[in-house]
């Protein structure tokens, strides 16, 4: 499980940091708002744990952001305690709970449990793009009617694409989330296995649903 901390004060990052490595959670903080943005696009969290006031981009800017890309990540807002207005507002943008400082680490913890199960089920219901869907569970797929079978490999990568659809991938960002880790010089293994895929998914459909964006990566999406 891996969580983001974004937060300014350094005693609390660290503080907050400790306590969940103790708990075998893996951590990485940011110092300001548009490092941490830019942590939780490209990289994959189960938890960004996000203080509301921050230098260069604040919690309300960041979030706005990270949901107008379609980012799910949960997100726990970290507020002062007389800020009811704040805790509105991040509730509307799309934070998914609020702790209000100073908090006990039992709370915090609590919370970031509580956060990870509610998004681990959601992610067990089946996703459905276009007349694409798939099972999380049983990784099956379908297009239409009818069942397609992938490998371990396909699947993910399609999984990948089902998860972020309309959003360009990188193949940087496809190496990191589907094989976690990133390739050098062998990138066109992601050429080969995206071209695996569209012949399964794409071949005998009449709309093609996975795209090149060239000299940059792929989209899932449904017009050309
Ligand atoms: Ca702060």
Request: proline share 3%.
């Amino acid at each position: 499980m891996r969580i983001l901390v974004v937060e300014d004060e350094k005693k609390v990052a660290s503080f907050i940091k400790r306590g969940l490595e103790e708990e075998n959670y893996e951590v990485e903080t940011a110092g300001d708002g548009e490092e941490g943005l830019t942590m939780a696009i490209e990289r994959k969290y189960d938890l960004v744990i996000l203080d509301w006031m921050l230098p260069k981009r604040d919690g309300m800017s960041f979030l706005k952001e990270l949901r107008e890309r379609k980012t799910l990540t949960p997100v726990l807002m970290l507020t002062a305690k007389d800020s009811v207005e704040d805790i509105v507002t991040g509730l509307e943008t799309g934070s998914d709970d609020y702790l209000t400082k100073p908090f006990a680490f039992a709370e915090l913890l609590a919370r970031v449990k509580a956060l990870i199960r509610r998004s681990e089920m959601d992610r067990g219901a089946e996703l459905v793009f276009a007349d694409l869907r798939i099972d999380p569970v049983t990784h099956k797929v379908w297009r239409g009617e009818k069942e397609i079978d992938l490998t371990a490999k396909e699947y993910g990568l399609l999984e990948y694409f089902m998860r972020n659809p309309n959003q360009v991938l990188t193949r940087t960002m496809i190496a990191d989330h589907v094989w976690d880790y990133t390739f050098d010089s062998f990138t066109n293994i992601i050429d080969v296995y995206v071209n695996y895929l569209r012949k399964k998914i794409d071949r005998d459909a009449p709309t093609k649903l996975i795209h090149t964006v060239r000299g940059v990566g792929y989209i899932l999406k449904e017009e050309g």
